[in-house]
């Protein structure tokens, strides 16, 4: 066992007597519900919806007479669009969404009764979703079809400016700033070739006895046979600077000389004129464009095609560049991709004439490739005197509409990069919508693709670590096969060069024990939990642990037993009250995978593993009972459970912990917490936006049930949920079984009202928020939580911080008993007043530290910090509880705030989130207390580089002593004088800044970036010295914009040395629910490494970092103190070296000394040798 980082009797001394030397409210706080960086997600995009209800859709889909055996294409349309869109949540807030008929609702917005406007974009969810509902229901079969009309209104509309205009985040409000990356697309359906024209025209569409009299199709005129320059992307990252030549060889597919230009047709001897486009120009019209001008032109060009492309048919042959090639969209401006659907045996074929193209082999066939070359040229749809089946009279436009015009269609689609979709039946236009919908929901979502995160680790004995992580996605295709999650376990060599130890190699490999994955490449093919669980059979996952509480009692997490979910229970796994799917629900979340949406009938997410991610929650190792108490039962209970299995235990995203065993990663027990029951149903929704669940930090620790003379010793877990929900809850993990079998595992789920000790994360205290934080460990032993102890009362309890979001909104000490009748304890720092205190204004308690004065492994003082960066201090030293409480009459030790210093400028309070650290003061006595600032709780708080966060160090000048009569007899007591405790201002410190501009690492250490932080030397007491100001501690403000806090401090290699890991978080990564944006894109974190002396925040005494990678530590290394790091590190250490070995595989550099035998992401940091590791403790006398 590691030694204590200072002697317990050196404590004492420096606090007792006897060796003393001459701190209307705001709404909740919108927790973040995604990791940063994972996700960057695109803002939905705008669709526009166009449908034909010409009186061809009365037909049947073979062309004739409906039936109830054969339905009329207009039944099949609105059929389709109910399953594809309405009767499922599929695609509910995944676009916005606006609609039209030829005859019904035929502009947009529509003022037609029965539209009232409702057709407008929004989001399609809620009412908007019932609106169109309403109007599918409401569409019939009548009159021509005046395809021009559709694409006009639709082009037109999105040109709206103002608060009307379909770009604005809320359509129908002004918006000063549209977001310039959102796409838009137009989803055109018709039955056949058109037959009316543009919004102006009033002729008939069959004997053409109107002239058409069109301005609109004068601006547009043939505009995909036009050379033009293209609007410009903002920059190039966006997209390439493109210009449109019509005699190109690019550009071949898409132009034709027709449209535009005025027509002339005899019928009975009377001349007609007209000039009206294609339906092809129109496309090309509204994509090549800008819709918006005033818009920035930020849509990014992200090709499916990435290089060139080389079509050949016999000798001929053309490169197409990525640009220029339909299958990709590289224009950056806003515009309207068509996707169109040939609905009927009219619509979907047209006459081959021998020089135009035929769809074959689908989209991108054989007749794609000769209209690339131009070996094959659009037909003239304008053309009035075509010679088809019909060669007189009135019936020469139906030949032209029934077997020219339908070829449009697929112009359509490739002139605006979209595609074209033949179906003749109404189950293959139901198909069509479902895939054109779907892909626009895929090319709205960043690209995810094999982002993987570790998440937490831990080391065991130099040989062996664990770590989990996550992958956030492996396709791009709406929610299937995302957010999976593991634990996996490595074997580790160090081997340090006797002759150098400096010289380190470092190896890994998959934990034998493990075992290793046949289907993956070494040395990624370690078996993970995630491979165990998917191993599993069906009958294996219906015999599962999964245990969960039912307000009452622990219970089996399945469906439908006497000892499983209650009925209030089961209702709440129902989406809605209809779904009826609360039993196949409870089943999908246990792992069955039977009803997934891949599967026959399937209506669950599909995912990629029976795991889900495991994201803030860090891993807890529990092995045989190791922590220090003396009492003879427990040295006997050590003994008996001397072999137990080691547990991991870990939360998961998927709404449960897991207990995994060390040995061979198979899982032994989970747990679903009551509270998170309720949101259970949308992690099998399709269209799942990610949520954390248990996501917070377990930990374990021994408690005595029993009394001194009758022990009962059990090992108690608590957890917490993280962002997932409110409260905590407490199992009892005392017998996974041992390793020799002697003692057999009561992980049953006949067991699970004596596994579930209690659950308070459902109907909570007014005073219980979410808990954050990872457990606070002895230093000496990190496998002993110090949050589960026994309290000078003698009972047993665990204390923590209430958390952030209670109802109450104040700072809250929790000390929840684990025996007798598990009462709640709670000390407020803060009453509960009318109207509320400032202090309770989005406030609450983080995490705590323990101070034990007298050695006798119960603390007596807690100190913890808040959101309004109170750092508070609770004595609960005496045996009676009611006289603990809150020190310095209930006023905080100290309270965080920045200012600029400049006159008028506002001070900002800095919000403690994670535990302070205690020493000593050597020069006065008293303890140094030292913590940093910052939070990142919220979307908003990742990017926030306005708030200046800092690491204080300040003194505590209460002293004690033990009392020696009356109730608290052998207990601590805290003296009123001599010196009085005093609380701490920030102007009672002094400063510690960045001294010298930063040093690039050099050797081994180049990946790295050094400084060296001012040695100021604080003085606490000037003896009487003039010229002297005496202080009460340092600060350090953080340099880097966005710097924080965010990890617990810790003291390296246990001295008096603080090594502070501060970052500036991961950002990016907006999901559906969170504010839409174009930037910023994912960011990592950027971490660093600080090392102060707690008393005086200078520099250490010893160089420990090698600026220079020489492997030697001394002056040539420019006194750095400060490095950047990785965000996530396993510790090792050596003779001579702490070694930090990064989990992120490089990103962040290769790192430090040691002649690089270190490898990537590794600093090799030097120990502090053992004279300065251990101070005199004499002088404090």
């Known amino acids: 066992m590691k030694r204590p980082s200072f002697p317990q009797q050196a404590l004492v001394c420096a606090l007792i007597s006897a060796f003393t030397n001459p701190s209307a409210f705001s709404a909740e706080i919108p927790l973040a519900q995604y990791p940063a960086g994972s996700a960057h997600k695109m803002p939905i995009p705008n669709v526009v919806l166009s449908v034909d209800d010409s009186g061809s859709m009365a037909w049947n889909d073979a062309g004739g007479s409906a039936t109830s055996s054969q339905p009329s294409r207009i039944s099949s349309l609105k059929n389709g669009l109910k399953n594809v869109l309405i009767n499922t949540s599929k695609y509910d807030n995944q676009f916005r969404l606006a609609w039209q008929s030829m005859w019904r609702c035929n502009d947009i917005p529509s003022s037609q009764s029965g539209c009232d406007g409702n057709n407008a974009m929004a989001v399609f969810s809620g009412t908007h979703k019932t609106n169109f509902s309403t109007w599918v229901d409401s569409i019939s079969a009548s009159g021509g079809t005046p395809s021009h009309t559709m694409m006009w209104n639709a082009g037109?509309?999105?040109?709206?400016?103002?608060?009307?205009?379909?770009?604005?985040?809320?359509?129908?409000?002004?918006?000063?700033?549209?977001?310039?990356?959102?796409?838009?697309?137009?989803?055109?359906?018709?039955?056949?070739?058109?037959?009316?024209?543009?919004p102006s025209t009033s002729f008939d569409a069959f004997d053409f006895q109107t002239k058409m009299i069109s301005t609109h199709a004068e601006a547009i005129g043939n505009s995909d046979g036009t050379s033009k320059a293209l609007p410009q992307p903002d920059a190039s990252k966006y997209g390439p600077t493109l210009t449109y030549s019509t005699t190109s060889d690019q550009t071949k597919i898409y132009r034709d000389s027709y449209g535009g230009g005025t027509k002339k047709q005899t019928i009975s001897k009377k001349d007609y004129y007209y000039a009206y486009p294609t339906l092809a120009d129109m496309a090309f019209h509204y994509w090549s464009t800008d819709l918006q001008p005033n818009i920035g032109n930020q849509i990014p060009f992200e090709p499916k095609k990435s290089t060139d492309e080389t079509f050949k048919v016999g000798n001929k042959s053309v490169t197409i560049k990525p640009e220029w090639n339909p299958k990709n969209d590289p224009a950056t401006w806003q515009h309207l991709v068509t996707h169109t659907i040939g609905y009927g045996a009219r619509a979907s074929n047209w006459d081959n004439s021998g020089s135009n193209p035929i769809f074959t082999n689908g989209m991108y066939g054989d007749g794609f490739t000769e209209a690339i070359l131009g070996t094959k040229t659009w037909t003239d749809a304008t053309d009035t005197d075509y010679d088809g089946s019909y060669t007189s009279g009135s019936r020469r436009g139906q030949a032209i509409t029934d077997y020219v015009r339908p070829e449009e269609l697929w112009h359509m689609a490739i002139n605006s990069r979209g595609k074209f979709f033949p179906v003749q039946t109404g189950a293959d236009l139901e198909k069509a919508f479902d895939e054109i919908f779907t892909s626009i929901v895929a090319d709205n979502t960043s690209p995810l693709t094999g982002f993987t995160s570790a998440s937490s680790s831990i080391s065991r004995n130099n040989t062996e670590s664990f770590q989990s992580g996550y992958v956030a996605a492996e396709d791009l295709n709406s929610n299937k096969n995302r957010w999976s999650g593991f634990v996996a376990s490595e074997k580790i060599s160090i081997v340090v060069d006797p002759q150098n130890p400096q010289n380190i190699t470092w190896s890994t490999a998959p934990n034998p024990s493990w075992g290793t994955n046949p289907n993956k490449t070494a040395p990624n093919n370690h078996m993970t939990t995630a491979d165990k669980l998917d191993a599993l059979s069906p009958a294996d996952i219906t015999s599962r642990l999964i245990l969960s509480h039912d307000g009452s009692a622990g219970i089996s997490f399945e469906w439908g037993t006497t000892t499983s979910l209650s009925t209030a229970q089961q209702a709440l796994l129902n989406l809605t009250p209809s779904d009826g799917r609360g039993k196949d629900r409870v089943n999908y979340i246990r792992g069955d995978r039977s009803k997934e949406e891949n599967q026959t009938n399937?209506?669950?997410?599909?995912?990629?593993?029976?795991?889900?991610?495991?994201?803030?929650?860090?891993?807890?190792?529990?092995?045989?009972?190791?922590?220090?108490?003396?009492?003879?039962?427990?040295?006997?209970?050590?003994?008996?459970?001397?072999?137990?299995?080691?547990?991991?235990?870990?939360?998961?995203?998927?709404?449960?912990?897991?207990?995994?065993?060390?040995?061979?990663?198979?899982?032994?027990?989970?747990?679903?917490?009551?509270?998170?029951i309720k949101n259970l149903p949308e992690f099998s929704n399709t269209g799942y936006t990610h949520r954390y669940y248990v996501d917070g930090s377990p930990f374990t620790g021994d408690v005595n049930l029993g009394t001194q003379n009758s022990a009962n010793w059990a090992t108690y877990l608590t957890g917490t949920l993280g962002a997932g929900g409110k409260g905590y809850f407490v199992l009892d993990v005392t017998k996974p079984g041992t390793t020799d079998g002697l003692i057999s595992s009561n992980f049953t789920k006949t067991n699970a009202s004596t596994l579930v000790i209690m659950d308070k994360t459902d109907a909570v205290d007014d005073d219980i928020g979410h808990i954050f934080g990872t457990p606070v460990v002895d230093e000496a032993n990190p496998q002993r939580a110090l949050q589960i102890t026994q309290t000078n009362n003698g009972r047993w309890a665990v204390i923590m911080g209430n958390g952030y979001n209670s109802i109450n909104e104040r700072p809250v000490l929790l000390i929840q008993y684990l025996d007798g009748n598990k009462e709640l304890q709670k000390i407020s720092a803060v009453p509960v007043t009318t109207p509320k205190n400032a202090e309770a204004d989005q406030n609450g308690l983080s995490?705590?530290?323990?101070?034990?004065?007298?050695?006798?492994?119960?603390?007596?003082?807690?100190?913890?910090?808040?959101?309004?960066?109170?750092?508070?201090?609770?004595?609960?030293?005496?045996?009676?509880?009611?006289?603990?409480?809150?020190?310095?009459?209930?006023?905080?030790?100290?309270?965080?705030?920045?200012?600029?210093?400049?006159?008028?400028?506002?001070?900002?309070?800095?919000?403690?989130?994670?535990?302070?650290?205690?020493?000593?003061?050597?020069?006065?006595?008293?303890?140094?207390?030292?913590?940093?600032?910052?939070?990142?709780?919220?979307?908003?708080?990742?990017?926030?580089?306005?708030?200046?966060?800092t690491v204080y160090s300040v003194l505590d000048n209460t002293r004690y002593k033990i009392s020696l009569t009356g109730e608290n007899k052998g207990k601590v007591v805290?003296?009123?004088?001599?010196?009085?405790?005093?609380?701490?201002?920030?102007?009672q410190l002094m400063s510690q800044m960045i001294e010298g501009a930063k040093k690039g690492g050099e050797a081994s250490s180049a990946s790295r970036d050094f400084w060296a932080v001012t040695e100021n030397?604080?003085?606490?007491?000037?003896?009487?010295?003039?010229?002297?100001?005496?202080?009460k501690g340092w600060y350090f403000n953080l340099p880097e914009a966005g710097e924080r806090v965010l990890r617990a401090i810790e003291f390296f290699d246990g001295s008096s040395v603080l090594e502070i890991m501060s970052e500036v978080p991961a950002s990016g990564g907006a999901t559906a629910g969170s504010e839409e944006s174009c930037e910023p894109t994912p960011k990592a974190a950027k971490p660093f490494r600080t090392l102060l002396t707690i008393d005086q925040g200078a520099r250490p005494r010893t160089q420990i970092l090698d600026q220079n990678g020489d492997g030697l530590y001394n002056a040539g290394d420019k006194y750095a103190n400060r490095m950047t790091a990785d965000t996530k590190e396993l510790r090792f250490s050596t003779k001579t070296l702490q070694i930090r070995k990064g989990s992120s595989g490089g990103a962040g550099g290769g790192g430090g000394g040691g002649g690089g035998g270190c490898g990537p992401s590794c600093d090799p940091l030097a120990k502090i040798p053992e004279l300065l590791l251990r101070p005199n403790w004499r002088q404090l006398n």
């Open 602 to 676: 399937g209506v669950f997410r599909q995912r990629k593993s029976r795991q889900a991610d495991i994201v803030n929650s860090n891993i807890w190792y529990a092995g045989p009972p190791s922590l220090s108490y003396s009492a003879n039962s427990y040295i006997s209970y050590v003994g008996a459970q001397s072999k137990r299995i080691p547990m991991l235990y870990v939360g998961g995203n998927d709404g449960m912990l897991h207990g995994f065993s060390a040995i061979d990663g198979s899982e032994k027990i989970a747990y679903v917490p009551r509270g998170v």
């Open 1017 to 1031: 030397r604080a003085i606490f007491d000037c003896q009487g010295k003039t010229n002297c100001t005496a202080v």
């Open 156 to 198: 037109q509309y999105m040109k709206t400016t103002g608060k009307d205009s379909p770009w604005n985040a809320t359509p129908g409000v002004a918006d000063s700033r549209p977001i310039s990356c959102r796409r838009a697309y137009h989803v055109f359906m018709t039955d056949g070739g058109w037959n009316s024209y543009l």
């Open 974 to 987: 805290a003296q009123t004088s001599d010196p009085t405790p005093a609380t701490v201002s920030r102007s």
């Open 847 to 949: 995490t705590p530290q323990f101070l034990d004065v007298n050695g006798d492994s119960i603390p007596d003082i807690v100190y913890a910090g808040d959101l309004r960066g109170n750092l508070w201090k609770f004595d609960i030293s005496s045996n009676n509880a009611s006289n603990w409480g809150v020190a310095f009459d209930g006023q905080p030790l100290f309270t965080a705030t920045y200012s600029t210093g400049v006159t008028g400028s506002a001070t900002s309070r800095q919000p403690i989130t994670t535990p302070p650290v205690l020493r000593p003061n050597r020069q006065v006595g008293g303890l140094m207390v030292a913590f940093g600032t910052g939070r990142s709780l919220t979307e908003g708080d990742r990017t926030d580089t306005d708030s200046k966060q």
